[in-house]
């Protein structure tokens, strides 16, 4: 039992480029999200999707897109990075969008835009 | 949106000792969780409090719904929870967007 797998873990990009990370979850969860975490802060939503064929913003959505592929899979695409993304990304999945869903994380993707 | 902060920001601790740490919250919630992050940036869930009182081992949480703000307690700190502390809420207005606090980062020495 995996939980919440992310590829890649490590990623170097250059100004302008593109990339999609991968989220995948084994738990039959309903809810995906993505997450964003700088030196020494918070994490910041950016988008969620609170079941299957839904995807909405978060607190930081510039910049970025999603796609609920299906119910195990939740990505995250970069059209043209930018340095402001370079950052730490989690997913994460609950069982439900609402009252009490427990998040499970992803050990996370380290993504370095020069 | 609903503001969460966290204090303190920063926690040094000798083994053994005990701490407190706060999670305050802007608007009314219906989920309210504690994470630890390790030194090698994993998150773990510690406990789903939306209200009440639970206890895990050394460390327990409490949720004042009503005043909008919980505690997290660890005693006799070990140097394996050092790390950063965060709360993260899901506010009753907010849809399904968990938002977390800044954190507390906890530094515990031998």
């Known amino acids: ?114 | 949106g609903i503001q969460v902060e966290q204090s303190p920001p920063d926690l040094i601790l000798q083994e053994g000792a005990n701490s407190t740490l706060r999670c305050n919250f802007s608007d009314s919630v219906n989920n309210l969780q504690w994470f630890h992050q390790n030194p090698w940036g994993q998150l773990i869930n510690l406990f789903y409090i939306p209200s009440g009182t639970k206890q895990n081992g050394r460390l327990s949480a409490t949720t004042v719904a009503t005043e909008r703000y919980s505690l997290l307690y660890i005693s006799s700190s070990q140097t394996t929870d050092s790390g950063v502390y965060f709360c993260a809420v899901l506010a009753y207005s907010s849809a399904s967007k968990i938002i977390f606090g800044s954190g507390t980062r906890l530094s515990i020495r031998p």
């Open chain 1, 1 to 114: 039992n995996a939980g919440v797998t992310q590829t890649p873990k490590f990623q170097v990009l250059k100004t302008g480029q593109s990339m999609t990370l991968q989220c995948a979850q084994d738990m039959n969860h309903n809810s995906m999200y993505w997450y964003r975490q700088d030196p020494g802060m918070g994490l910041r939503l950016i988008y969620y999707s609170a079941s299957e064929g839904t995807t909405d913003k978060g607190e930081v959505p510039n910049g970025y897109n999603v796609s609920r592929l299906n119910k195990r899979e939740f990505s995250l695409r970069l059209e043209s990075a930018a340095p402001s993304q370079t950052s730490v990304y989690f997913c994460a999945s609950s069982l439900t969008s609402s009252g009490a869903n427990v998040l499970t994380f992803g050990a996370g993707s380290r993504l370095t835009v020069l």
